[in-house]
């Protein structure tokens, strides 16, 4: 199954408002997308919506997302100023120490691993995803997940909190994990993100497994069927 019928297929069955997204990874040159200055939270609203980007060094705008898509190292004054940025600034953790714990407790970000990340819907893309992000309800998330873990019955190791380009990209990228994050709260409020949608993130080496389980699970389009010694009066 294609690309484009693989996202037809998710959005009918799901009911899904927004794109599914794919996002890569690539050494290539890509001329299909944008290539402006972004940042790679705003790239994710603007491509649910039907934009491609191509976001290397020179063009992602936010240091964090620089970082966690692997462009940039953070080291000597600028881890500094980091810190003063997230317990000052966002005032998104209480201390330094809680900074570290957040940058030190997860996985690290893929330094070197790529010269630029496309992101764009999946029934666009033209090159193989390494991950398909789903901005979407919970309900759909529980289908999701449910559909995911069909084949296997094993829950996903989860990292749900840190910001957004980590928890949704960063860190299913480099585990080969699901993973379900409502995101950070200053790329929510910045980018004004609709207030029920959660970003689960699918290695796409899992789709194919996903796909399949629609017509078997009753998170796809399988009928339920409940024994009558189940069925309550």
Known sequence: MEFKEQSE???????????????????????????????????????AEGDCFVIDEKVSTCPGGS???????????????????????????????????????????????????????????????????????PEQACRLITLDTYWDGISPKQQVIGSLCHSSITYPIMTGCTNITMGDWTARRQQKFEPDVLFLSIPYERMHNLITAIPNCSAGDAEAVIPEEFQSD
């Open 67 to 137: 970082r966690f898509c692997g462009f940039t190292e953070v080291t000597g004054e600028q881890k500094r100023r980091l810190q003063r940025f997230l317990t000052k600034g966002e005032k998104l953790t209480s201390t330094i120490v809680s900074f570290e714990r957040m940058q030190k407790l997860t996985i690290q970000p893929p330094l070197g691993l790529a010269d630029r990340l496309v992101i764009c819907p999946l029934e666009k893309t033209t090159i193989r995803p390494d991950i398909v992000l789903f901005q979407c309800n």
């Open 9 to 47: 297929l998710l959005k009918k069955v799901l009911g899904l408002k927004k794109e599914p997204l794919a996002i890569s990874f690539t050494n290539e040159e890509i001329s299909d997308g944008q290539y402006e200055k972004t940042s790679i939270c705003k790239a994710l609203k603007r491509a």
